[in-house]
Structures are given as C-alpha cells and as structure tokens.
C-alpha cells in the first residue's frame, strides 16, 4: 500500500501546524506537495539541529522516512 497524504502525512504534520502556518499550512496538500523538498531537508537535518525546533517535539524518525517515502512516491494525495 503506497503512503497517502491524507491518511499518513497530514495526521503526523498536523501537531506542527499552529507553528508553521505563518509559512505554509502543513494540513493542505497542495502547499505541502509544493514544498516537499523543504519540508524533508528540514525535519531530517544532517548537522544534528532539530526540527522542529524546542519546545516542539522532534519529528519520529518512522515518520520522517515515511515523509521520503512519500515523495519517493510521487507525493500521492
């Protein structure tokens, strides 16, 4: 079963949303999908920085691969 936006990515994004709405809204498809590359760089940060940044809780490393896969896929709605 590919990963769905609607059942996988937006209920794990949807906590982050309030704090990131100024930007873009991490419940809408459209802006997530257009900023998938983004996103994936910044919750998956190579330098040891966490994003979310405190006090929010960082992403699960589960959820961040499933986001790659994601995209991987096409970034399906």
Same mark, same amino acid.
């Given at each position: ?5 609607? &059942?996988?990515?937006? @209920?794990?994004?949807? !906590? #982050?949303?309030?704090? /990131?709405?100024? &930007?873009? $809204?991490?419940? $809408? #498809? ?16 190579? $330098? *040891?920085?966490?994003? +979310? @940044? !405190?006090?929010? !809780?960082? /992403? &699960?490393?589960? $959820?961040?691969? /499933?986001?790659?896969?994601? /995209?991987?896929? *096409?970034? +399906? @709605?």
């Amino acid at each position: 079963m590919s990963t769905s936006f609607a &059942r996988d990515i937006a @209920p794990f994004l949807a !906590p #982050y949303r309030d704090n /990131m709405v100024w &930007r873009l $809204d991490l419940t $809408d #498809y459209e802006a997530v999908k257009a900023n998938a590359s983004l996103i994936y760089t910044n919750i998956s940060p190579t $330098d *040891g920085s966490q994003m +979310p @940044p !405190p006090p929010l !809780p960082p /992403m &699960r490393p589960i $959820d961040v691969a /499933m986001f790659n896969s994601w /995209m991987t896929e *096409g970034c +399906p @709605p």
